[in-house]
């Protein structure tokens, strides 16, 4: 079987480590014998979601964050679409609040994100 994985900004959203998932699911997958591809998407490339087996982004700092939130947006209607379809995602860390209809980050400044689920982040002063 082949598998086509989308991995969203490897670059800037890789804090912790966060591709340690994708190349473990990748690993397991190609150990059963399949054929795994992956398609890294950077800040104004072009990716075709449609036909996707599983999209992919990894947590970064707030910062790096609204950085990939507003090229991501271009890419919100297939996203949508994508998970309408059922197509497996994981996005991680601060990569998640970028499904959401909204950030707020602790100046009271916000951004918008795909509105793929109905929530908003709010981002408090004092780490936890």
């Known amino acids: 079987m082949e598998f086509r994985f989308i991995h969203f900004y490897p670059d800037l959203m890789s804090l912790y480590g966060s591709y340690g998932s994708l190349a473990a699911l990748r690993r397991y997958l190609e150990r059963l014998g399949n054929t795994v591809t ?10 075709e979601i449609s036909g996707a087996d599983f999209l992919f982004m990894g ?24 998970a309408g379809g059922g197509t ?11 499904r959401g209809e909204r950030v ?12 793929l689920a109905g929530f908003s982040t709010v981002h408090g002063g004092k780490r936890i």
């Not at 947590?59 to 679409?81: I, L, M, N, S, Y």
Request: proline share 2%; net charge negative.
């Open 59 to 82: 947590a970064g700092t707030e910062r790096q964050a609204r950085a990939a939130a507003g090229d991501f947006a271009r890419f919100g209607q297939a996203v949508k679409a994508a």
């Open 88 to 98: 497996a995602m994981l996005f991680a860390g601060t990569a998640m609040d970028l």
């Open 104 to 115: 707020t980050e602790a100046d009271g400044s916000s951004y918008a994100g795909i509105g």
């Open 38 to 47: 992956v398609e890294e998407v950077r800040p104004g490339e072009a990716a």
